[in-house]
């Protein structure tokens, strides 16, 4: 467990801090003709520090922790968003073989112990079904129906935490653009020297690289993981259809044979 915080731990500094790489080469560069340059690590953490502060810590902070989010959603995405999580062949061939012997008491007992979308929705079904057996197939359906549908909607909805940061990051980092051009002109306006706007102007150059550097990596995520939801759902929907036609046939064999029963009884009387 360890290991898994310290590595996205350290993707999410490599994230964010991807913009200080040249810089970083051009100082690493420069020690080699000094005697008393300090190592390549103190170089680099010099280097981290200055961009920072240069960009100004009330806005690079909240860079910093969209960055470490986002990192932190991608990695819980690659381990929840899977078939697996969703619909799984051993939950369908128990599902089939229960439904055919009309066991479900049986098949509700497996779907608590099972975490899959398909089995949220099966117990949803046979939950009302036997707690309403007069209930006729098509309200059934429409359980079934509306249970799918906020299955579906929690998927979307789960990787839409993605798409937030990768749209509210490059936003501060545009607002750090407007806040260091605005210190740059005040600074024309109060007879500075050119050489002195360098201070707005890099605050406003390296708030804008770090929002952007967060933002294009969550949306080419988000719509990695965007279709594969999409797969998922497709998977789903069809998994429902499956389950719907097993227990349609249950209800036209249970509705003919009580039929036949009533045609039995009255042909005795």
Same mark, same amino acid.
């Given at each position: 467990?360890?290991?898994?915080?310290?590595?996205?731990?350290?993707?999410?500094?490599?994230? @964010?801090?991807?913009?200080?790489?040249?810089?970083?080469?051009?100082?690493?560069? /420069?020690?080699?003709?000094? $005697?008393?340059?300090?190592?390549?690590?103190?170089?680099?953490?010099?280097?981290?520090? &200055?961009? @920072?502060?240069?960009?100004?810590?009330?806005?690079?902070?909240?860079?910093?922790?969209?960055?470490?989010?986002?990192?932190?959603?991608?990695?819980?995405?690659?381990?929840?968003?899977?078939?697996?999580?969703?619909?799984?062949?051993?939950?369908?061939?128990?599902?089939?073989?229960? %439904?055919?012997?009309? &066991?479900?008491?049986?098949?509700?007992?497996?779907?608590?112990?099972?975490?899959?979308?398909?089995?949220? %929705?099966?117990?949803?079904?046979?939950?009302?079904?036997?707690?309403?057996?007069?209930?006729? @197939? &098509?309200?059934?359906?429409?359980?079934?129906?509306? +249970? =799918?549908?906020?299955?579906?909607?929690?998927?979307?909805?789960?990787?839409?935490?993605?798409?937030?940061?990768?749209?509210?990051?490059?936003?501060?980092?545009?607002?750090?653009?407007?806040?260091?051009? %605005?210190?740059?002109?005040? =600074?024309? /306006?109060?007879?500075?020297?050119?050489?002195?706007?360098?201070?707005?102007?890099?605050?406003?150059?390296?708030?804008?690289?770090? /929002?952007?550097?967060? /933002?294009?990596?969550?949306?080419?995520?988000?719509?990695?993981?965007? =279709?594969?939801?999409?797969?998922?759902? $497709?998977?789903? +929907?069809?998994?429902?259809?499956?389950?719907?036609?097993?227990?349609?046939?249950?209800?036209?064999?249970?509705?003919?044979?009580?039929?036949?029963?009533? &045609?039995?009884?009255?042909?005795?009387?």
């Amino acid at each position: 467990m360890k290991n898994v915080f310290a590595s996205v731990a350290l993707a999410s500094l490599s994230l @964010f801090f991807v913009t200080a790489s040249p810089l970083l080469a051009q100082d690493v560069a /420069g020690a080699g003709t000094e $005697a008393a340059a300090p190592s390549q690590a103190q170089q680099a953490t010099e280097t981290f520090l &200055d961009i @920072f502060m240069k960009g100004g810590i009330v806005l690079m902070a909240p860079l910093a922790i969209l960055s470490f989010l986002a990192v932190l959603l991608i990695f819980f995405y690659f381990l929840t968003i899977r078939q697996g999580s969703v619909v799984s062949n051993k939950f369908m061939n128990s599902a089939d073989a229960l %439904i055919r012997k009309q &066991d479900y008491l049986g098949l509700i007992a497996v779907c608590n112990r099972e975490n899959e979308c398909i089995a949220r %929705i099966v117990y949803k079904t046979l939950d009302f079904a036997t707690k309403n057996p007069t209930a006729s @197939f &098509d309200e059934v359906r429409e359980v079934t129906e509306a +249970e =799918g549908t906020r299955q579906a909607s929690m998927l979307n909805n789960r990787i839409s935490y993605l798409n937030d940061i990768g749209r509210i990051a490059p936003m501060v980092g545009l607002l750090g653009t407007v806040v260091g051009m %605005i210190e740059a002109f005040n =600074g024309i /306006g109060s007879g500075v020297q050119h050489m002195e706007l360098a201070p707005g102007v890099s605050k406003a150059l390296i708030t804008t690289a770090s /929002g952007l550097v967060i /933002g294009i990596p969550s949306l080419i995520f988000y719509s990695l993981f965007r =279709g594969k939801v999409q797969m998922l759902i $497709a998977e789903l +929907e069809a998994a429902m259809t499956h389950i719907m036609a097993l227990l349609a046939a249950q209800y036209k064999r249970a509705n003919y044979r009580a039929a036949a029963r009533r &045609d039995g009884q009255d042909s005795v009387d």
